[in-house]
């Protein structure tokens, strides 16, 4: 009788726990079409500035929503930057956001890609809050799902940025995965994001957790909606840091998908 009850306590815990990890497809993008789909995203257009020139890294790309830097083929978003001196900038390329058509708070956000190789690129899937709810940057946080720098091929990272925790500081919290093949096989780039954690993975492969302290804000202001961001710097005071090679153009960003479940 004691092992038939542990056993179904066992079954219990387990039916319970699938069904907390069962999650349903709120939110999608399979660009199927040949144009963006513009219900879903906004192609930013410009340098940063007035107000924040080179968007705070010194990037040295103008986003625009032309088709030659954004556009859809045979089921695949290619976001293409391009050395064309473009308006102020001495490279174009694309800037793809859902705020306010696509925001969350909790859930998986998952992301099937292929970034471009060479120095000077810089492609990030990354989450920034709808409404800065604690402050500016970085008091009500940045989720970066995927960065790499071409400089250092193969190198991918998955961060957070607080008040607390930032790089500024130099205390930002993540991990970084060496991928061989990252520039030239698709990966799934994943968070899992709940009240009390973040999770990080690759592939479906869980490689970091930054957990909430319970200490506030500063430490956790993961409690609101974000919205994602898809886009392909050039240069920058990281992108940039063994310079650009102009021979490697142009470049692209692939991404096969968006899903988002809750």
């Not at 780039?189 to 200490?215: C, R, S, V």
């Amino acid at each position: 009788m004691k092992r038939l009850f542990s056993l179904f306590l066992v079954l219990s815990f387990a039916f319970m726990l699938s069904c907390k990890q069962e999650r349903k497809l709120v939110w999608q993008d399979e660009f199927d079409g040949r144009e963006l789909d513009t219900t879903k995203w906004t192609a930013y257009v410009g340098d940063g500035c007035p107000d924040l020139c080179g968007f705070g890294n010194n990037e040295l790309q103008y986003y625009t929503d032309r088709p030659e830097n954004v556009s859809l083929a045979h089921g695949i978003l290619t976001i293409t930057a391009l050395a064309d001196s473009f308006k102020t900038r001495p490279y174009s390329s694309a800037k793809l956001v859902t705020k306010g058509k696509g925001d969350w708070k909790y859930g998986r956000v998952e992301v099937m890609a292929r970034v471009p190789a060479g120095r000077g690129n810089w492609p990030a899937i990354w989450m920034l809050p709808t409404e800065n709810n604690y402050g500016g940057w970085p008091k009500s946080g940045e989720i970066d799902i995927m960065e790499h720098v071409g400089f250092d091929q193969g190198n991918m990272h998955g961060t957070v940025h607080t008040e607390s925790f930032n790089h500024i500081k130099g205390t930002q919290k993540g991990d970084s995965l060496q991928i061989e093949d990252i520039s030239n096989q698709f990966h799934l780039y994943a968070i899992e994001w709940e009240e009390d954690k973040i999770d990080f993975y690759l592939d479906d492969q869980k490689y970091h957790t930054f957990e909430n302290t319970g200490k506030g804000s500063n430490d956790w202001p993961f409690d609101q909606p974000f919205y994602l961001i898809l886009n392909l710097a050039i240069g920058g005071n990281w992108g940039g840091l063994e310079g650009i090679a102009n021979d490697v153009f142009p470049n692209r960003f692939e991404i096969d998908y968006v899903r988002v479940y809750q």
